[in-house]
């Protein structure tokens, strides 16, 4: 033992003394050469640093659609995908060896012959030698791409000094009392840099080849290996092509010196051609392939939603440089069925480049998972027509909304909230009240639109709304008045707190202001004056088809680290934010405007989307709205598995009107986009409501 330990102990001074001189390249007096390299190797083997046995790497995270293989596109600082050893060709590893180190496996992390041989070299002149082992090369990898260290930190760690390469020398030795070879060799290969972008064996095999290292040939490896000396000079994509074939050809020289390959196999791989068949790793969701650009959308929100999970760090920044430095697989809730029906749907109704557009979201209740998100525009950063801000380009979020977008008028689909609000205040279905045309409230209001000062809203076809009318039927035919009464009956602030509670994100200044200090003088909230999003929508809508439980909506299947450990952030975060039969009871009335019917009888058949239950074929609930003018149009539905919402607007001009007709064609994106997403799925029926929450009329009957 204490003989190892004096060998281990002159190798270093040895090594250590003639890497000084190999440095330096001038002779220094003899005392200050014996005091660095024994200052140098005196410390104790167990400072080697962490870093060292287990490399901080950045590594590629891959994000794929729900089958888990379609990949959507990746994020990365450095193209980098650790493998094992077993899943490198083994003429691969030879070849690295061969030309890095021959002698790895002979060895203890520093090579003392190499280095006598370089000193001697160095002193006669022509061209420098070195004399790292691999080891020592892994050594300065891990400090060169730490991501803990400052630049500053990483240029002093690999700067060319004496005390540097001792320092190196000292920490390959210790390493490789703690280390295997093979697994050195692993690490080796899945830290160093092959050019071109590429930073470990996966991620060149691909980048030059197209193919998984472990089925590299010989040419192929020793092409890769040769890399390594110079990766950015001797690239054969972006670089020098002749040099990186003459590397190959040394490379091959190596491993018939070394034995490890036949002398006519290796001549066969010198006279072949370089064979490369490039190809690009996604970056980002502006990478997203051509051939599904409509999916950029979808990642485009998926990284917002990344940004806001603290299990990626303390701010947007550290969670963005975790995304892209960690290795994650990550499996999304986007399903390639339900997102092409959707886009082939809404591209019927508005072209990419029309100034309309009909985004539309899709969501599954008790989960929140987000099938699709499909708009007719082109998600990217080119350069529109002047005047043309989100079109026919775009990386604005107008499917969710945040930065620019704060949604669009929804109309009467708000009418849901009034009618949640008045069933939790003791209300049942069968409330009755005599609807007039026009309807005077105690809300003030400024402009021409009021009434001596309040608000007095009326309805749009006053033959087939006024009258005695329920919850069902006021519900089925939209009627205004009846909700304006409703809303007064259980108070304006209970139904935006109803909103809000099921998920409504109120983005617009003004909206958000009359929420927090207006809200019980904000009548014509009921009305759907408030902007939304179909991503908002369809998720509130989802939660009644939960029977109330909210969840807020989620991008991912699973998330895994780069260990392959799961991340719970993937898990859906749901809680249940209404009585479960305040829920039965609101679907109850939800299945009148879509030509259902209620358990309890209540719908007359005249609802303003009824031929979609006919077409689906299964029960469904949902409502249509349309903002006052018919400046946009909207329709959402849902069944116990599945809810969807489409809004029919004008992004970029709200006076730019889409006229009362779109919303046939909305019924149609609905409905079509309901068939794919429930396709094979079994055919589920809503439970109904208590008796009495239906029909137990509570003194809250109004007369006319």
């Known amino acids: 033992m204490i003989r190892t330990r004096l060998h281990t102990l002159f190798t270093v001074l040895i090594a250590g003394l003639l890497a000084g001189l190999a440095l330096a390249v001038a002779a220094l007096p003899a005392a200050l050469l014996l005091g660095i390299g024994v200052r140098s190797v005196i410390g104790p083997y167990a400072e080697l640093p962490n870093s060292l046995r287990t490399p901080p790497t950045a ?16 994020f990365y600082a450095e193209n980098r995908t650790d493998v094992r050893l077993a899943e490198v060709a083994p003429v691969l590893r030879q070849a690295v060896v061969a030309a890095e180190d021959l002698r790895f496996y002979q060895h203890r992390g520093v090579d003392v012959r190499a280095v006598i041989r370089a000193f001697a070299a160095n002193q006669r002149g022509g061209p420098r030698q070195g004399a790292s082992t691999l080891t020592m090369q892994y050594v300065r990898n891990v400090l060169r791409s730490d991501p803990r260290l400052s630049e500053e930190e990483r240029r002093a760690a690999t700067e060319i000094s004496n005390a540097r390469k001792i320092q190196e020398m000292r920490y390959a030795l210790a390493l490789e009392r703690e280390l295997t070879k093979d697994e050195i060799l692993t690490r080796y290969l899945n830290i160093a840099y092959f050019g071109s972008g590429a930073y470990g064996v996966s991620a060149a095999s691909h980048r030059y080849f197209s193919k998984s290292p ?160 499909a708009v007719n525009r082109r998600y990217g950063v080119a350069a529109n027509p002047p005047g043309q801000r989100n079109h026919p380009n775009t990386v604005n979020q107008l499917v969710a909304g945040g930065g620019d977008i704060v949604g669009y008028q929804a109309g009467s689909t708000f009418k849901l909230f009034t009618m949640l609000a008045a069933l939790e205040a003791g209300l049942p279905l069968r409330t009755t009240f005599t609807a007039p045309s026009r309807l005077v409230t105690e809300w003030p209001v400024s402009g021409p639109n009021g009434c001596d000062g309040f608000w007095c809203p009326s309805n749009s076809t006053p033959e087939t709304q006024n ?88 991008p991912v299947l699973t998330i895994t680290d780069a260990a392959g450990r799961p991340v719970p952030a993937a898990r859906p975060d749901c809680r249940q934010v209404l009585d479960t039969d305040v829920a039965r009871a609101a679907t109850d009335a939800a299945r009148c ?24 074929g299964r029960p469904v609930a949902g409502k249509t709205g349309s903002s006052e003018g018919y400046g946009t149009e909207t329709v959402v539905a849902f069944t116990p598995q599945l809810a969807v919402a489409s809004i029919a607007t004008n992004p970029d001009d709200p006076g730019d009107a889409v006229g009362r007709a779109v919303q046939a064609h909305l019924v149609d994106v609905v409905g079509e986009v309901l068939a794919t997403g429930l396709a094979g799925q079994p055919v589920r029926d809503f439970v109904p409501p208590s008796e009495v929450i239906a029909n137990q009329v509570t003194g809250a009957r109004a007369g006319n």
């Open 59 to 74: 590594q590629r995270s891959n994000l794929y659609a729900n089958d888990g293989v379609t990949l959507i596109t990746s």
């Open 214 to 373: 472990r089925h590299l040939t010989l040419a192929e490896a020793a092409l890769l290996a040769g890399l390594l000396r110079s990766p950015d000079n001797d690239d054969p994509i972006d670089g020098d092509a002749d040099a990186a074939l003459a590397r190959r050809g040394y490379v091959l020289d190596q491993l018939v010196a070394a034995g490890q390959v036949a002398a006519a196999d290796a001549e066969r791989a010198r006279i072949a051609p370089l064979g490369l068949r490039p190809s690009h790793t996604p970056n980002d969701c502006t990478a997203v392939p051509d051939a599904r650009n409509d999916w950029g959308f979808f990642c485009d929100w998926f990284t917002r939603w990344w940004n806001t999970q603290p299990t990626f760090g303390a701010s947007a920044e550290e969670r963005q440089r975790t995304l892209r430095r960690g290795g994650f697989r990550i499996v999304t809730s986007l399903d390639p069925a339900v997102q092409a029906t959707a886009q082939r749907e809404v591209l019927r109704v508005y072209g990419i480049g029309d100034r309309r557009a009909a985004p539309t979201a899709v969501v599954e209740p008790t989960t929140g998972r987000v099938l699709a998100m």
């Open 467 to 554: 009258g005695p009318r329920t919850m069902w039927d006021a519900f089925e035919r939209s009627v205004n008045t009846y909700f304006a009464w409703l809303a007064g009956q259980v108070g304006a602030d209970r139904v935006v707190e109803m909103a809000e509670r099921l998920g409504i994100v109120l983005r617009a200044e003004e909206d958000a202001r009359l929420a927090r200090y207006g809200a019980k003088d904000w009548g014509p909230f009921t009305l759907g004056v408030a902007a939304t999003t179909p991503l908002d929508l369809a998720g509130a809508y989802a939660t009644v088809a939960a029977e109330g439980r909210y969840c807020k909506p989620l």
């Open 593 to 616: 405007p879509v030509g259902d019917q209620s358990m309890y009888g209540g719908c007359t058949g005249a609802g303003t989307a009824a031929g979609l239950r006919p077409r689906l």
